[in-house]
């Protein structure tokens, strides 16, 4: 596995998420208090974007029927999804997000 460039520190918004997609995979990208997470964008209860969701302490929410998972580790936290997300590691390269896939 090895390490790629998915986009800058600057893309992603304070205590907010970024959609991007890389080799067929669409990944969030959220800032939570100066740390970046990536986990699949998908909700895996309805198709919704994550990435479009809230964030509340450590979980994003899903805008469609309110499903959250921990931002560190992809685990569905609350109904009604069930099944966890994939989570990447992210590493700070100046200002290029990096994640390994």
């Known amino acids: ?3 790629i460039k998915v986009a800058s520190v600057s893309d992603i918004p ?3 998420g970024h959609c991007i997609e ?3 995979r669409r990944i969030a ?3 939570k208090d100066g740390e970046i997470y990536a986990i699949d ?3 895996t209860h309805d198709d919704a974007s994550l990435s479009e ?3 509340e302490d450590n979980q994003v929410v899903c805008p469609l029927h309110g499903a959250t998972f921990d931002l560190r580790t992809g685990e569905v936290t609350g109904p009604p ?3 966890d997300l994939n989570a990447y ?3 700070i390269n100046g200002d290029a997000v990096e994640i390994e896939l």
């Open 22 to 24: 890389v080799e067929d």
């Open 14 to 16: 304070d205590d907010g």
């Open 1 to 3: 596995m090895a390490f």
């Open 53 to 55: 969701g809230e964030i």
């Open 81 to 83: 999804a069930y099944d």
């Open 89 to 91: 590691k992210v590493r």
């Open 41 to 43: 964008d998908t909700c």
């Open 29 to 31: 990208l959220f800032r």
